[in-house]
């Protein structure tokens, strides 16, 4: 629907939530990158790359990997007409990430 909610706003609740069900640093890692993305949904286009694969790096939860290269594939996608080629990589090494570890559903 392109009706995506102020990141700030859903970073905070689940960071929140985080801290009220002991959450792993990983899934907050998640989050943090679905944050990025959303924020580029919505025409902020000063995502900081560096950062969003440092995440990736420091993700411990395979469930997640899948996942936040999939967020990553579709920041650059959205970021700029220049970023189209490495969006494309990403996405498909999210596809393969997600069958490696039979996470098909990530992708319905």
Known sequence: MGNFENPENITKKGVGFGRI?????????GQKVGSARSKVMNNEKDA???????????NKIKVLEG???R???????????KHISEAEHWIQKAIET??????MFTWA
Not at 21 to 29: A, G, K
Not at 48 to 58: A, D, G, T
Not at 71 to 81: R, T
Not at 98 to 103: E, K, L, P, V, Y
């Open 67 to 69: 996942l936040i290269q």
């Open 98 to 103: 997600d069958q490696r570890n039979r996470m």
């Open 21 to 29: 069900s002991d959450w792993p640093l990983p899934m907050w890692v």
């Open 71 to 81: 967020y990553i594939g579709e920041i650059l996608l959205n970021i700029d007409d």
């Open 48 to 58: 900081n790359l560096e950062s969003l694969y440092v995440h990736l790096r420091n």
